[in-house]
Structures are given as C-alpha cells and as structure tokens.
C-alpha cells in the first residue's frame, strides 16, 4: 500500500471515494479503545454510584455530538482539513488559531492512549508471564506501542481505515468477551472511601457529564474533516453523512465509555484504573485484555497521530505530511513517559480535558456560525493561499486574519478558562455555584461576541458566487 502523499491540500474528487460506512467505520474502530474506556472511570473515581455515572455520560455525550456532529459537513464542501477550512472564517492565516487547538487535543489523546494502553500491557504481561514492572519495561512498551503506531499514522488515511474496520469487529468482540469476565465482581456503587469529588451530587454529576461525556466528541472537533474530506459530496447527500458522523460518534464513544464504567464497578477502581482493571480479570481473559491493550491503542492513537501530522503541516506550510508526523510522534511519546512517572492520573486527566474543551468550543461554534451563513458554500482555492506561502483571496480579510472571528474566539476561550474547576478555580465559578459549566460559558460567549461583530459584515464572496448560481 503506497504511503498517503496529500497534506491539507484539497482531495480532487477522483479520489474522494470513501462513504458514510467507511466514517461509520472509523469512528467506531479507532474509538474501542483502553484510552475512551478509561474515560468510564472518572465518574467512578469521583465517588458517583453506577446511576449518576451511566447518565453523566450519556447526557455529557449527547450533549457533544449535537455540538461536534454538523462540523463534518465543512470538510464534506471544502475537501481539507477542518483547521484549514476554518479558514472560511478566521482568515487564511487565522485559521491557525484550529491547528493549535487541534495538535493540543490530538497531542493530549494520543499521549493518553499510549499511557494507559502501556500500563494496562505491562500490567497484564506481569500477571501471564512475570515479567517485572519497572521504569525500563514501561519504557520499552511505550517505545513499541509508539513506533507501531507511527506506522499507521505515516502510511495514512487508507491504511487507518482498514484497521478500523477490522478493530471495530474483533474489538467489539473482546468487549463483550469482558462484560461476562468481569461480571462476578460486579457493583453498582462506588469504591469505598470515595466521596463525591465536589462535595455534592450535582456538581459532581456535572463534572462528570463535561469530562467523561462531552469531552469524547469534543476531542473530534477538529478530526472529523480528516475523513469526510475523503466522502463525495456529489454521491453522498449531507443528511446521510451527518447521520452516520452521530451515529459513529455515539457508538464509538458510549460503547468503550460505558465499559470503562462497568469494569471499573467490577474492579472496584478509586484511584487507578489500569492495575485494578488487570488484577480482577479471571486468566481466561487476560490475553483478550493483551489484545485490547495492543491493538486499541494503535489504532486509536493512529488516527490522532495522523491528525497531529495534518495539523503541523498545516502550521508549517514547508513541511510534509510524514516529516510533520514524524515530529509530532517523537513529542507524544515525551509526554507519554511526563504522563506516567510524573502526573497524578485522576487531576491530570481532569484538568487536561476541561481546559483545552473551555478552549475548542468557541472555535467550533465560530466554524459552525461561518458554515451555515455561507450556505456551505466555499472557494476551496482561496482556502489554500497560505499552504501555497500567497497572498490575496477572498478569505484574506487584513492580513490573512479575520480580527472578528479571532478576538470572538479569545473572549469565549477566556471566558470558559475562568470558568473551570481544575486545582486551579476560575472566578466565574462563584456565580455558578461551584458547578463547571466552562463548555456552555465558552460556546455562547465566543459565538454571541461572533454574531455582534459581524452582523454588518459582508458575505464571503464565494457564498454569494453560490447562491446566485
């Protein structure tokens, strides 16, 4: 299989030939992962009963599918990334403004996959063979986990693909396979000596919602466009592409969450949940637990891979595709090795979810906002002019920034960021009772300041080329 020559160029439409099932695939495979699972947990080890936990999760990943699920049609007309096709309405240049926000995510997910992925291998090698625990073998299981994953995230779009479609069945089936192994230890409340993180039953449950719930579609923010820029939308209608975008999202997230929050009942998981998890598996169970370790986390953190490579090349016009990859996988596994001897799960996990969703979500409502008042209509060349190291367009606005959308974007970031309850408590927190609601104050502060400033704005021309068609 040839390695994947295009950055954030636009796919011609000759090799546009993926489909709704090919994202249903993807979203789904890539997803049935240690690294969603563990997201299960953290309303375990906030002290929630298994009520508290299957709602904030439910209502946290609804929540965000209605959010995240229209961005996959800006890719759907544009044919590039989704930080690039932002652009439509940050300026060709200002359109950085979702490469960084999408390198952060895809960064702090990839990292996470690996880490978990890593403990949970090691772990269950020490249970089958005795192999010891030390700094030196998670060292090297990280290596190899990185270094199969870099493959996948190099060869790019096509090969991901395949281990996607193959991961969602043979995942789905190990899955399963531990709903029945885990079972005998099954609970419904939460571990001994838990208490609700925020003292209190709703606050806690909100927590929940935002960082085991939104948090997954938010991740997907800025990678829904690396595959739907392959999907034709002259063979498929953008209602069928949106409802197979909800549908993979709700599948491919809830199913591995709503494990992660059933084993961690069962192993009875508080403050960690790899070695928990591990030792309450029966041995009959332990090479499937290998597997899902092993295979999940290639392909999960393949894709991030792959979208980190996008981003940086995006950053960094000069670069290629696999040189950018190449960069961005040598910093992942940094922080991998940060994650595990360094960070505190559980906080870090916590804090690296809710600051970059506070920070991602104004961006998003701002491209969704561009999106619908342009009609979906674009000048996919002129999305292009700063990959080209040109000039000129018409999403130039001053200097290749839209000041609108950017300052839009920095009032709804820094609203959400004072909104956050991480160790570190932002002010706006008094006035919601000590609940995060950093998401919500983020999303509406960025798109209110969005629609002030550009209410007398004038539309794109490319929109009213497309309209008087």
């Given at each position: ?24 695939s ?59 096709s932002?652009g ?96 005998p ?42 595959y ?47 070695g ?25 953190s ?6 980190m ?12 595709r ?26 870090a ?55 609108r ?65």
């Open positions: 299989m040839p390695t994947e020559q295009r950055g954030v160029d636009t796919i011609p439409e000759g090799e546009r030939t993926s489909g709704p099932r090919d994202l249903m993807i979203l789904l495979g890539s997803n049935l992962c240690l690294g969603v699972v563990i997201f299960g947990w953290l309303p375990v080890s906030y002290g929630l009963g298994m009520a508290g936990a299957v709602t904030s999760i439910v209502a946290g990943t609804v929540a965000g599918v209605v959010v995240t699920a229209p961005l996959a049609l800006v890719s759907l007309r544009t044919g590039t990334n989704l930080s690039t932002s439509a309405a940050f300026g060709v240049r200002g359109r950085l403004v979702g490469s960084v926000v999408g390198l952060l995510l895809s960064l702090g997910y990839t990292a996470l996959t690996l880490w978990i992925g890593g403990d949970v291998t090691v772990s269950t090698l020490a249970r089958l063979t005795g192999l010891p625990t030390g700094g030196a073998v998670h060292t090297a299981v990280y290596a190899v986990l990185a270094a199969l994953t870099v493959v996948g995230a190099v060869y790019g779009y096509q090969l991901l693909l395949r281990m996607s479609k193959a991961l969602a069945v043979v995942m789905t089936a190990l899955l399963v396979a531990g709903l029945f192994a885990y079972a230890h099954l609970t419904t409340r939460a571990p001994a000596h838990t208490p609700y993180l925020l003292g209190s039953f709703w606050p806690t449950w909100l927590l929940s919602a935002v960082t085991a719930g939104l948090s997954g579609p938010v991740a997907f923010i800025t990678l829904l466009g690396d739907t820029r392959y999907v034709s939308p002259r063979r498929h209608g953008r209602h069928t592409v949106y409802a197979a975008t909800c549908a993979g999202l709700f599948a491919g997230l809830l199913v591995p969450q709503l494990f992660g929050t059933y084993t961690a009942y069962a192993a009875h998981a508080a403050l960690d949940y790899a928990p998890l591990v030792a309450a598996s029966p041995g009959w169970y332990l090479v499937p637990l290998l597997v899902v370790a092993l295979a999940g986390s290639v392909g999960n393949g894709l991030m891979l792959y979208s490579g996008l981003d940086l090349d995006a950053i960094l016009p000069r670069a290629t696999v040189r950018a990859t190449l960069v961005v996988a040598v910093v992942a596994t940094v922080f991998v090795f940060v994650g595990h001897f360094a960070w505190d799960a559980q906080n996990m916590t804090t690296f979810v809710l600051l970059l969703t506070a920070v991602g979500m104004p961006w998003a409502v701002i491209t969704l906002i561009a999106h619908r008042r342009t009609g979906g209509v674009y000048d996919a060349d002129a999305l292009q002019v700063f990959n080209r190291r040109s000039r000129g367009g018409v999403y130039w606005y001053r200097a290749g920034w839209n000041p959308a950017t300052l839009a974007w920095a009032v709804g970031a820094a609203v959400g960021l004072c909104g956050v309850s991480t160790p570190y408590e932002g002010p706006l927190l008094r006035l919601t009772g000590g609940i995060d609601c950093s998401f919500v104050l983020s999303g509406l502060a960025g798109g209110a300041v969005y629609l002030v400033l550009t209410r007398t704005a004038p539309v794109p021309a490319a929109a009213l080329a497309g309209e008087s068609a």
